[in-house]
């Protein structure tokens, strides 16, 4: 007879003790951890499932770990194990949330229980105004949806496909609690269907009725006609009637070029309102991330990087400039501007210094990448040596 025969009740006998060992294992442990663990704290409104259910296990090793909280792996790994569909493998096309791009999961959701729906660990608003404290939270006009702290209704958590994380791009978002009719009956005489609505209103709120955003465009406020000639689009030749400065601007070596059939200055900046002089289409950071969105993701996952990344304008010319990456100047004028100890003592720069790389002036750039790296002071090599023999091959 085969040895197979007498091993197979064996196996069995085996198999069904260690699935009752791995069962009461869970109910120990839950039994276990709550001797030291006060169990009041795990039991509210909304209960995380594996801590509901016991199963401490699931998330935490019981004697030691590599992680804090003795995890069994990194927070934003050991979430995404299960919470997969959060970011649903589309990273390389969907804007993320910083936070989820961080993996930093607990800076909104309570790991074991909540009283807030979705285990947040606060009402939905507080928790996203305990990062978004630059917007009022109130306006003398707001728009419903703000006023209630209901933010999910126009934006999405984690990520997007559309820009500020929107649940809808364009004027579809708004179209889907405002109708086509009441929006026309509202711009009686608009000289064209009404559209692109951002560029009048603010989503949030404004000291204006109708959430007309708060520094009207001068044009605008004098009257459509100054711009608009019957249903013909606005072309980027009546801008610069009005901003000769920003024609000159474009002329410069390294620009901003845009669409000359089209009104490329629409592309960043709003035609009528806007919340500051500039009409800007929205903050820096999502006006330049429309284009440059790889730029701010490199940032953004860098452990080290220049901490004014988001105030674009500080460092670039928003136009056109001379100077390489449409910096205001020359780039070490520009970094001595805030690093003024550097700017008069400091490894040698300037026009006197040739990089042996390249040939070309060494500049604060030569040795430190703004946006970010993995590396203190984002250097672009390990300061520690692998930095200086990039040049100092002899020692």
């Keep these: 007879m085969s040895p197979s025969v007498f091993l197979r009740p064996l196996l069995a006998t085996t198999v069904a003790l260690l699935l009752l060992v791995l069962s009461q294992g869970m109910v120990f442990a839950s039994s276990d951890c709550f001797n030291c663990h006060n169990s009041d704290a795990f039991e509210k409104r909304i209960n ?83 990062c978004h404290d630059e917007i009022s939270r109130s306006y003398e006009n707001t728009h419903a949806p703000y006023a209630s702290g209901d933010c999910a209704a126009c934006h999405l958590p984690h990520q997007s496909e559309h820009p500020n994380l929107l649940v809808n791009g364009g004027d579809d978002l708004c179209l889907g609690c405002h109708s086509s009719a009441t929006v026309r009956e509202k711009h009686t005489g608009f000289p064209v269907p009404p559209a692109n609505c951002s560029s009048c209103h603010n989503p949030h709120g404004s000291q204006r009725k109708g959430l007309i955003r708060d520094v009207l465009h ?22 610069l009637m009005c901003h000769p400065e920003v024609s000159d601007q474009m002329a410069s070596s390294h620009n901003h070029l845009v669409r000359y059939d089209e009104n490329g200055c629409v592309a960043c900046h709003s035609p009528h309102a806007g919340d500051d002089a500039r009409l800007l289409k929205g903050k820096e950071r999502h006006v330049c ?27 670039h010319a928003s136009h056109g400039s ?32 040739f990089d042996p790389r390249t040939g070309q002036v060494m500049t604060c750039g030569s040795c430190h990448a703004t946006k970010g790296t993995d590396h203190e002071y984002h250097t672009r090599f390990s300061g520690t040596k692998t930095l200086c023999v990039q040049c100092h091959t002899d020692h």
């Design 48 to 130: 995380h499932m594996p801590a509901e259910s016991g199963d401490c296990l699931a998330c935490h090793s019981a004697h030691v770990a590599r992680f804090e909280g003795l995890l069994q792996q990194q927070v934003n790994e050991l979430c995404f194990s299960c919470h997969g569909d959060v970011i649903d493998g589309q990273t390389a096309q969907n804007l993320i949330h910083q936070p989820v791009r961080r993996g930093e999961c607990m800076s909104c959701h309570e790991p074991h229980a909540s009283d807030h729906q979705g285990l947040l660990t606060g009402e939905l608003a507080d928790t996203c105004f305990s």
């Design 218 to 239: 001068a044009a605008y406020e004098s009257g459509c006609t100054d711009c608009h000639v019957g249903s013909q689009p606005v072309r980027i030749d009546t801008c």
């Design 289 to 315: 991330g429309t284009c440059h969105e790889s730029t701010f993701v490199r940032q953004e996952e860098a452990e080290f990087s220049h901490e004014k990344t988001d105030a674009c304008t500080d460092c």
């Design 322 to 353: 001379n100077h390489p990456a449409m910096m205001r100047g020359p780039i070490n004028e520009v970094c001595g501007e805030c690093h003024t100890t550097h700017a008069t003592f400091s490894h040698p720069i300037g026009e006197q210094v």
